[in-house]
Structure formats: C-alpha cells, structure tokens
C-alpha cells in the first residue's frame, strides 16, 4: 500500500503522516526532509541557491541515503552522517524553498522516492506525490490551512528545533511566499485534482485528521476501491 499526503507549508503533514503510518504498520517517509538535506549541503558549502547550475550538479552527486528507524520512519543520511534537525533552520527553509524549484533536482529527488515507495511501500509526504511522484496510489490526500494558521505552526517548530525567535510577521510572509514559488513553479507544481481528498487541517486537531484518513482508507478497501 502506498499513501500520498501532499500539502503546502505548515499544513501538518509531517505529523499526520507519521500518525498513519504508525497506525497502519507501514513505513514513513518525509520526502520534504530530501529536499531540506541538500538545502543544508547548500548552505553548508556556501552555494548561492539562485545558483541553478551548481545546485542541480550538487543534487546529482549527493550522497543521499535514507535509514530505516525501530519505528518505521526513515532518517536521512549524507554522506552516511544523519542530518537531525538542522534541516529545519530558517536559513535552511529559506534555500529549500528555492532549490526545490529546480527540474534537476525535483527529477532527482522524485526518482529516489520512487524507489522507496515500489520497494516498501508505505506512506510518503510532500508536495507532489500523488501528482508525480506515484500517481498511480488510489489513497491520495491533500491537507491544508490557512496561511497564518500554517505560520503559526512553523514559529513554534522553528523555536523547538533551535531556539531561534524569527518574528511570526515574517514566517508569515515567507509561508506565503513559498506557496506562491511552489504553485507557480514549472516542474510539478503544488496542486491536487479530483483523485485527493482535501482536508483543512485548521479547524481540527491531529487526531481528528488522523482518524479521517485512516477511516477513508478502511472503508475503500472494505468497498474494493
């Protein structure tokens, strides 16, 4: 089984998915912490991130691995080292949030998730999973919230990751931002269509998202679907 929860920043799918995943026994993976890893490599070795060129070679040669944890989520590795939270700094987001634009590195990055998903199955994340990634998956859903709901959200993870204090004004700003890069982009663009189920995520608690989504995919597969 394979299950695609697509979304835009904020909407809480790293938390739902790794919720279902748990709840159903299969795997989990946060295709969106690909992505921040090699914008940490970016940061880290000083690229600029408008930098195309050089941020679609270094995709191609990174050394990108995933390490399947006791509880069924993956740790991404570079290099063999595990990335941890780093991956969630402002600076970090703010380079990923451009470098995930890119068609060499969107192709590179979607070819690893595939692997990932014929070989274990399980339940993916990000952004174009059921567009692109395995749009074949029957299970699709698109969470979402409003953007200052979903900013508020992403102040609170940023100060738990590192102690930073950005101001909320400007994880406002940046989240829509990012949306408006991420729906207008090329190369898979942050979208749904009549296959998803679109949830706000908003107005209920995690566990209320949870329990929908485990309850629709029980009651297509008790109906066949």
């Known amino acids: 089984m394979i299950i695609a929860i697509d979304g835009p920043s904020g909407a809480g799918k790293s938390t739902v998915a790794r919720a279902v995943a748990r709840e159903l026994n299969l795997p989990y993976l946060e295709t969106g912490a690909m992505y921040r890893a090699l914008g ?49 700094g402002l600076q970090v987001t703010e380079a990923t949030s451009r470098i995930s634009a890119y068609p060499g590195v969107r192709e590179y990055m979607r070819e690893l998730q595939r692997v990932f998903a014929t070989d ?41 990751a590192d102690g930073a204090s950005p101001r909320l004004a ?23 269509d009549e296959t998803y189920r679109v949830i706000d995520t908003g107005e209920l608690s995690v566990d209320e998202v949870i329990a929908e989504i485990v309850a629709d995919i029980g009651s297509r597969q008790n109906s066949g679907e």
């Open 170 to 192: 400007d994880i406002e700003r940046e989240v829509r931002e990012r949306d408006e890069r991420d729906s207008s982009r090329e190369d898979s663009p942050l979208r749904w």
């Open 40 to 88: 940490l490599e970016v940061v880290e070795r000083g690229i600029d991130p408008e930098d195309r060129a050089s941020v679609e070679e270094l995709a191609g040669v990174l050394a990108l691995d995933l390490d399947r944890r006791p509880d069924g989520s993956f740790a991404i590795l570079v290099a063999g080292e595990p990335v941890g939270t780093r991956i969630y």
């Open 120 to 160: 274990c199955g399980g339940v993916l994340e990000g952004r174009d999973i059921g567009t692109r990634v395995v749009p074949e998956t029957p299970f699709k859903f698109f969470l979402t919230a409003d953007p200052a709901v979903r900013a508020e959200r992403r102040w609170r993870q940023l100060r738990e």
